[in-house]
């Protein structure tokens, strides 16, 4: 912890205490070394937010919520609630589990009350809100009820996926029809909204093309979106020189600034960014790509949280940072860069590279999601390898090879790092780091499931 984030970071002090804490605003590879140490009975108490809920299986005798609003925002969704409370009692535990919410006041225990009992509308609720929103745009295209509502963009995403599979246009139609009517929340609609919907769809469903319906599957964005964006690429000027990645990835140049800019425009995009977003930081075009820039190149979490953060408090400012990075750039920069790369109109000339560079280019999302500058060290994050280690191992095991990386078996990287001994991991450490070579090596260890 003190290796990734600085050696004041308070929560490596908790540990001493056997107090863990787990939130979005910490690495990846520190989450996971949290949890291993929860399923291990190593801690006492494990102070987290509702990333906690993602799919995580360890023992948890009670789970207190201090309280079931999220700031700024109101209540939580019910989904998330239930996440959460279903961590606890688990089959094979040895006692039952018990959930707690805090309760300012009897008022505020009939408020919680009451959110508990609406759980079993929720799912209905928020499909009779989605038509509701568009019904009052029922007149305009479907890109101004993304603009209004982005929870169309999963049902859209939905529909180009399911065209996908079926070539017939007749064939696909009916099966849409077939899928809707087996919906729950569809059924229980009143007629008039179940006309609407139906109507809406069939409408939207008969402009989506195949084409348009493996753009949209492959990028993970609805088919309007998809048509969006290539326009907007056919006119930015964007050549295949900015995809080098020496130019992608500097401050000098304005190129990350312009994908950003194309990324921003995205609905499916955009909504994830502004939840980050706050009047005393924004994160806009500038920002992002400058945040981007300073993380590929090997920046520390700690320097660019003082960078972006100036006059802040530096605790403050590395949580902020680190939601900033595993959020917007980790996720959605990484998500937007691979689908831009992937339109006909992104200035990538795919059929003019060789497969090598095929691979390269293909690898540039992957910076951003890791942190990293090189292929090499993709391949080591991939391979579980923390960030602040993982381009000059890389760069040890390209030589191991002879350049050759792309062309090794998938259990190259694993077998290589098992058999290098205490010299090579500690030429990899850095100048100041807090661990050992061999102390590295068994945090790869524990990362990459050895005991």
């Known amino acids: 912890?003190?290796?990734?984030?600085?050696?004041?970071?308070?929560?490596?002090?908790?540990?001493?205490?056997?107090?863990?804490?787990?939130?979005?605003?910490?690495?990846?590879?520190?989450?996971?070394?949290?949890?291993?140490?929860?399923?291990?009975?190593k801690l006492q108490a494990l102070v987290a937010t509702t990333t906690i809920a993602q799919g995580i299986n360890f023992p948890v005798s009670a789970v207190i919520m201090g309280a079931y609003n999220y700031p700024y925002v109101g209540p939580m969704p019910v989904r998330d609630f239930w996440n959460l409370a279903g961590r606890v009692g688990r089959a094979g535990q040895?006692?039952?589990?018990?959930?707690?919410?805090?309760?300012?006041?009897?008022?505020?225990?009939?408020?919680?009350?009451?959110?508990?009992?609406?759980?079993?509308?929720?799912?209905?609720?928020?499909l009779s809100d989605a038509i509701d929103n568009a019904i009052r745009h029922a007149q305009s295209d479907f890109d101004l009820w993304l603009l209004v509502d982005e929870r169309w963009s999963a049902i859209l995403q939905y529909?180009?996926?399911?065209?996908?599979?079926?070539?017939?246009?007749?064939?696909?139609?009916?099966?849409?029809?077939?899928?809707?009517?087996?919906?729950?929340?569809?059924r229980q609609l009143p007629a008039d909204k179940r006309n609407f919907l139906r109507d809406s769809i069939r409408r939207y469903a008969s402009s989506v093309s195949l084409a348009d319906a493996k753009m949209s599957d492959a990028t993970g964005f609805s088919s309007v979106s998809v048509r969006q964006i290539i326009g907007i690429l056919a006119t930015s000027g964007i050549t295949p020189n900015d995809w080098n990645k020496n130019q992608l990835f500097s401050e000098q140049n304005q190129s990350?600034?312009?994908?950003?800019?194309?990324?921003?425009?995205?609905?499916?995009?955009?909504?994830?960014?502004?939840?980050?977003?706050?009047?005393?930081?924004?994160?806009?075009?500038?920002?992002?790509?400058?945040?981007?820039?300073?993380?590929?190149?090997?920046?520390?979490?700690?320097?660019?949280?003082s960078r972006f953060y100036p006059g802040e408090e530096m605790n403050s400012a590395i949580q902020k940072t680190t939601q900033a990075l595993y959020k917007v750039v980790a996720h959605s920069a990484t998500w937007g860069l691979a689908a831009l790369q992937s339109m006909p109109t992104s200035g990538v000339d795919w059929d003019g590279l060789s497969e090598i560079d095929k691979k390269r280019m293909a690898n540039l999302p992957a910076y951003l999601h890791y942190?990293?500058?090189?292929?090499?060290?993709?391949?080591?994050?991939?391979?579980?390898?923390?960030?602040?280690?993982?381009?000059?191992?890389?760069?040890?095991?390209?030589?191991?090879?002879n350049g050759e990386i792309f062309s090794q078996p998938t259990d190259s990287v694993n077998t290589w790092l098992s058999n290098q001994g205490r010299e090579t991991w500690e030429s990899a450490r850095p100048a100041g780091s807090r661990l050992s070579g061999e102390e590295y090596k068994r945090v790869w260890e524990k990362l990459n499931g050895i005991n």
């Open 94 to 126: 040895d006692s039952m589990g018990w959930v707690g919410i805090s309760a300012r006041d009897d008022q505020d225990l009939q408020n919680v009350s009451s959110y508990i009992t609406s759980a079993s509308g929720a799912l209905l609720s928020q």
């Open 371 to 401: 942190g990293v500058n090189t292929d090499e060290g993709v391949l080591m994050r991939k391979n579980n390898i923390p960030r602040s280690i993982a381009n000059r191992l890389g760069q040890l095991y390209n030589a191991a090879v």
């Open 256 to 305: 990350m600034q312009k994908l950003v800019g194309i990324m921003l425009n995205t609905y499916e995009i955009k909504k994830s960014i502004e939840k980050l977003s706050t009047s005393e930081r924004p994160l806009d075009q500038s920002s992002i790509a400058r945040l981007i820039i300073d993380w590929v190149n090997g920046q520390s979490v700690s320097r660019i949280a």
């Open 159 to 186: 529909i180009s996926h399911l065209r996908k599979q079926v070539q017939s246009q007749e064939a696909f139609l009916a099966q849409l029809e077939q899928k809707l009517q087996g919906t729950f929340g569809y």
């Open 1 to 41: 912890m003190q290796s990734e984030l600085g050696n004041d970071f308070p929560l490596a002090k908790f540990l001493s205490r056997r107090i863990g804490v787990h939130s979005s605003a910490l690495p990846d590879e520190i989450r996971y070394l949290v949890e291993d140490l929860m399923s291990n009975g």
